[in-house]
Every structure is written in C-alpha cells, then in structure tokens.
T-cell receptor, first 114, second 109 residues
Framework: ETGVTQTPRHLVMGMTNKKSLKCEQH?????MYWYKQSAKKPLELMFV???????ENNSVPSRFSPECPNSSHLFLHLHTLQPEDSALYLC?????????????FGPGTRLTVL | QKEVEQNSGPLSVPEGAIASLNCTYS??????FFWYRQYSGKSPELIMF????GDKEDGRFTAQLNKASQYVSLLIRDSQPSDSATYLC?????????FGAGTTVTVRA
C-alpha cells in the first residue's frame, strides 16, 4: 500500500447506527487531518492531529469523534448522525503541521445517512 | 467574506488552448498557496504549490502569485481533455488549509 488509504470507500448508515471510518498513511508523515466535502461547498477542515495530539477541533458536533492511536492511523467514529452529515469524508496527511507542508489526500469515504 | 473565492465556472476551453483560473483570498497573513485537481468522484490531488510572489512553472502548469493584490492564478497550457476536472485553490498561514469551492474546467475536443 502506498500513499493515504481510507476504508470503507462507501458507507450507508441509519441515524441510530455507530460506525467508524479508518485512514492509514504510508508516507511517514506526522500530521493527519479529517475533512468533510459536501456538494458545491468548499472542503471543511474538521480535525487536525500533529504527532498524535489533536491540535484542531473545528467546531465539529460531538457525534463525530476522532481517534489517532499512532502517527500512521486516524479514525473517525460516527454515532447518531443526521441526513445532512451525508458527504465525502477525506483524510489527509502531511510531513508536519506547518504552512510549507503539503497535504496529501486519501480517496475518501462516501457517507450516506438515511 | 469567504476566505478563498473562485469562480465556480464552468470554464470551457478548446483543446490546445490556455485555461486561466483565478483565486482571491482575504487573509493577508496567508503564506502558502496550493492548487489541487479533483476529478468527479475522486479525491483532490496536488498540482502545484507556491510561496513567493511571481510565477512558478511545472510542465504545462504555471502558478502566479501576487500577495499585494491577494491573488493567485493557475494557467494550463495546451489544454487536454484529461484536464477536465474541478480545480481547487487553497491557502494556509499555519496548518489549517482553507479551500475555495473550486472552478470546473471542461476541455472541448
């Protein structure tokens, strides 16, 4: 595996379900990110982890819960979501969390909440 | 005011022509600027980044930055049908990347 991988690629869940999204980076990076991309809207930064420490929680509802057990893995735990949470969820990683550090994106998880 | 503004398009150009994409940003503290390409249903992929005023060329792509005018652009020379995609402009002053909504480009064969 190379780059940034995400599983699952597609997920359909009910509002009462609990599910998790997984991201893994094989680039030796130290920073990882979760973004949400809704139709016709800019990518929205949700969470940032640098050296496994959360450095940003961008006013995200508590029904989204991130976890970063090590510098290569990032999870997004989902519970009691709403239909408006349906979107493409993208994971990214970068060497560090500095302005010069380019972020590389995974393929995304297409989430549909019924 | 949006942090990053782009014309949504679509921008339609004939094959072989130059596609010109524009982006403005509001935060004068912005340090780094990125252009990503996103095909329909796919994730963004980095095309170029630029930090300094002026032009930066990479193959058929040229990024231009004017910090005084808070303006960054992307030129695609010799446009190909495979360049048809949405192009995302992004800026950062720290680790938080702020994106525009993207410009959709269609290259006509």
């Amino acid at each position: 595996e190379t780059g940034v991988t995400q599983t699952p690629r597609h997920l359909v869940m009910g509002m009462t379900n609990k599910k998790s999204l997984k991201c893994e980076q094989h680039l030796g990076h130290n920073a990882m990110y979760w973004y949400k991309q809704s139709a016709k809207k800019p990518l929205e930064l949700m969470f940032v982890y640098s050296l496994e420490e959360r450095v940003e929680n961008n006013s995200v509802p508590s029904r989204f819960s991130p976890e970063c057990p090590n510098s290569s893995h990032l999870f997004l735990h989902l519970h009691t979501l709403q239909p408006e949470d349906s979107a493409l969820y993208l994971c990214a990683s970068s060497q560090g969390a500095r302005p010069v550090d380019t972020q590389y994106f995974g393929p995304g998880t297409r989430l549909t909440v019924l | 005011q949006k942090e990053v503004e782009q014309n949504s398009g679509p921008l339609s150009v004939p094959e072989g022509a130059i596609a010109s994409l524009n982006c403005t940003y509001s935060d004068r503290g912005s340090q780094s600027f990125f252009w990503y390409r996103q095909y329909s249903g796919k994730s963004p992929e980095l095309i170029m980044f630029i930090y300094s005023n002026g032009d930066k060329e990479d193959g058929r792509f040229t990024a231009q930055l004017n910090k005084a005018s808070q303006y960054v652009s992307l030129l695609i020379r010799d446009s190909q049908p495979s360049d048809s995609a949405t192009y995302l402009c992004a800026r950062t002053g720290d680790y938080k990347l702020s994106f525009g909504a993207g410009t959709t480009v269609t290259v006509r064969a």
